[in-house]
């Protein structure tokens, strides 16, 4: 029988001192992506509006994090 293993303590190295700094740096990161991922989001929305299809599913690929080389246009099973 396998014996579980504790989970260890996990150490940082940061100091206390200046973790709310750390914190307050992935912060503004997060809500950059936020900003990014909004202004795409409205690039889509124009883009449909429009009639614009190759640019509203170039922005969808964005959203989703692929690039326009990854997609295959005649293979459109989900894997």
Known sequence: MRQ????????????????GLVLSGVVEAVLEVGRHRKAIL???RAALECGDTKNALNFARQLCGL??????PT???IN
């Open 67 to 72: 690039s326009n080389e990854e997609s295959n």
């Open 4 to 19: 579980k293993m504790k989970p260890k303590k996990r150490q940082t190295a940061i100091p206390e001192s200046q973790i």
């Open 75 to 77: 293979d459109t099973r």
């Open 42 to 44: 409205q690039r889509l």
